[in-house]
């Protein structure tokens, strides 16, 4: 059984692929985890979209990694596009929130594949700079694979000038 719930605000859900969309193009999201003493940690981080798999890349050890080798159920969030306005004490924002599971990637060529598409998303292409960063840095860096198990999209926009 899932815990998995529907949106409260239905008005401003989105479809799974308008989601995909805004996890696809938001500039960080926010991974949150659960260590072995039961607290939550939640840390903002860079990300990629490669069909049903979301990587992120991080130093090769630290709380989160500790996190995930404890539960490898992982939560993910990503926000684009928010404009505050405050004379109507609200905000316009598009989002995305993911449920997974996080595993850290030890196959060099899947690690690499996951490196060259940060690269390309980060930087526009596999520069030459790029290519040297993985090569020299890669074997200092983790990259963490989380498989969707659901997502879920909302977004509040501005309908015909009414907000």
Known sequence: MTAFRDIRRADRALTKD????I?????????????????PYAVP?????????????CALEGHKLENIAHE????????????????????LYESAVVFGRA??????????RAL????????????PEAEKAIATSGSRT???RIRLEQIAGKAHR??????
Request: charged content about 20%; proline content about 4%; aromatic content about 4%.
């Open 103 to 112: 595993a850290l990637v030890t196959d060099p060529t899947e690690k690499r």
């Open 142 to 144: 983790a990259v963490v």
């Open 18 to 21: 308008q989601a995909r969309e």
């Open 72 to 91: 490898e159920r992982v939560s993910f969030c990503a926000v684009a596009g928010a404009t505050v306005l405050p004379a109507k004490l609200s905000t």
């Open 116 to 127: 060259e598409l940060l690269a390309v998303r980060f930087c526009g292409a596999l520069s």
């Open 45 to 57: 981080v860079n990300h990629v979209l490669s069909e049903n798999v979301l990587y992120i890349h």
């Open 158 to 163: 501005p309908a015909c000038g009414n907000v």
């Open 23 to 39: 996890l696809a193009r938001a500039e960080h999201g926010v991974l949150a985890t659960v260590g072995a003493d039961g607290w």
